[in-house]
Nanobody, 126 residues
Framework: HVQLVESGGGSVQTGGSLTLACVVS????????MGWYRHYPGNECELVSV???????YYYDSVKGRFTISRDSAKNTLYLQMNNLKPEDAAQYYC?????????????????????WGQGTQVTVS
């Protein structure tokens, strides 16, 4: 049974930090394309960062230098370290795994561009 469970969201002040975690069951985070997307109400899900099966990473321009994606094989968990948070980072964040299409900046939230999605975790920045 495949499950992705996000945690770590919350409310922080501008300039603060949060670390999101996505605990995976049912497959290994190693060897899987995985990513973080965020959703602003009324929009599609926006790419934040992805890590490929071979370890390559990609970051959306607005988060470069502030966010870091990583994975822990022992804990089978994907992380997103977010530093220097800004009000525009406030959104619902989703973990996604096993991309089925070429990389896109915008996807349908919890759509079929990825085989698996988490339930999301809310980040608020004031």
């Amino acid at each position: 049974h495949v499950q992705l469970v996000e945690s770590g969201g919350g409310s922080v002040q501008t300039g603060g930090s949060l670390t999101l975690a996505c605990v995976v069951s049912g497959f290994s985070v190693d060897g899987s394309d995985m990513g973080w997307y965020r959703h602003y109400p009324g929009n599609e899900c926006e790419l934040v960062s992805v890590i490929s099966a071979d370890g390559g990473t990609y970051y959306y321009d607005s988060v470069k230098g502030r966010f870091t994606i990583s994975r822990d094989s022992a804990k089978n968990t994907l992380y997103l370290q977010m530093n220097n948070l800004k009000p525009e980072d406030a959104a619902q964040y989703y973990c996604a795994a096993q991309r089925t299409v070429t990389l896109r900046l915008l996807v349908s939230c919890r759509g079929n561009e990825y085989r698996y999605w988490g339930q999301g975790t809310q980040v608020t920045v004031s």
